[in-house]
């Protein structure tokens, strides 16, 4: 089984919907983030969290919001779908050691008419 | 100017052979450095990290030059598998903290 998951893997969806995008993991890790990832762009860091209390805002985090519900799920919400969110957006873990690494959920693709 | 700029390619590698490429980044004061693998439509994963002193893994060598501030990737007898999208990867503070600064890839192709 997957260590991080993502729900759902695709998704279309109307200009002004409310869409909620799902990320579980069963790694332990305390921090978990949101990136999307466009064309030409590489991944942009959306919001992260250090902890079930802990929310920060990445470099593209207008127009959407998170939640993390607990350890284990971090919940990204796009309040008011707009076409240039149509992205493929990715979930991450990792742990606070020296590795830096990070595990990546399997994505979401996200389209927005 | 993107913090981290990758040639997009794609190199088309024929088996075997041996293919490098470069990714700058223009904050001197990053301090790791990482080259991730991406399949395409799939999830990143860290190939490996690049040390100061260059290292390698099996057919993988990652170099850093500070001075021109650069990393490099090199692989050598190129697989048919190694078809992916190769990311350049850099953080700015030596601290636990892991927030990356992505490249946006370079393709590579490994033709039979």
């Known amino acids: 089984d997957a260590d991080v998951t993502q729900t759902p893997r695709n998704r279309i969806t109307k200009t002004g919907k409310r869409i909620m995008l799902e990320c579980s993991q069963t790694?332990?890790?305390?921090?978990m983030y949101w990136y999307r990832q466009d064309p030409g762009l590489g991944l942009r860091l959306i919001y992260y969290s250090f902890d079930v209390k802990d929310i920060n805002k990445g470099e593209i985090s207008d127009g959407y919001s998170v939640s993390r519900q607990a350890q284990a799920k971090f919940s990204l919400s796009l309040e008011s779908a707009i076409p240039n969110q149509t992205a493929l957006y990715f979930c991450?873990?990792?742990?606070?050691?020296?590795?830096?690494?990070?595990?990546f959920g399997p994505g979401t693709r996200l389209t927005v008419l | 100017r993107k913090e981290v700029e990758q040639d997009p390619g794609p190199f088309n590698v024929p088996e075997g052979a041996t293919v490098a490429f470069n990714c700058t980044y223009s904050?001197?004061?990053?301090?790791?450095f990482f080259w991730y693998r991406q399949d395409c439509r799939k999830e990143p994963k860290l190939l490996m990290s690049v040390y100061s002193s260059g290292n390698e893994d099996g057919r993988f060598t990652a170099q850093l030059n500070r001075a021109s501030q650069y990393i490099s990737l090199l692989i050598r007898d190129s697989k048919l598998s190694d078809s992916a999208t190769y990311l350049c990867?850099?953080?700015?503070?030596?601290?636990?903290?892991?927030?990356?600064?992505f490249g946006a890839g370079t393709q590579v192709v490994v033709t039979p």
């Open positions: 904050n001197s004061a990053s301090q790791s």
């Open positions: 790694k332990g890790h305390d921090r």
């Open positions: 991450a873990t990792s742990v606070p050691s020296g590795s830096n690494e990070q595990f």
């Open positions: 990867v850099v953080i700015e503070k030596a601290d636990s903290w892991g927030k990356l600064q």
